[in-house]
């Protein structure tokens, strides 16, 4: 038996950066997470997607299990 987990990467105060958020595959209110960036991601890609995250200034990242 194979079982997939996920998170869903929500990023909040990121206007300056919503074309670079968008071109790496978050939605604006995405996943019924309101006010924020989201993209859902496996759970073994955290840290990878938290990385790309680090350059961008004045961002909130916060990772949610479920919606």
Known sequence: ???ESYYYLCVSNC???RDH???NGFR????GVKKAWVK???T???????AKLLHLANVKVKVAAKK
Not at 28 to 31: A, I, S
Request: overall charge neutral.
């Open 44 to 50: 073994q890609s955290l840290q990878k997607e938290e």
């Open 21 to 23: 958020l968008k071109e």
């Open 1 to 3: 038996m194979k079982i």
């Open 15 to 17: 206007y300056d950066h």
């Open 40 to 42: 859902k991601i496996h």
């Open 28 to 31: 604006w209110n995405g996943y």
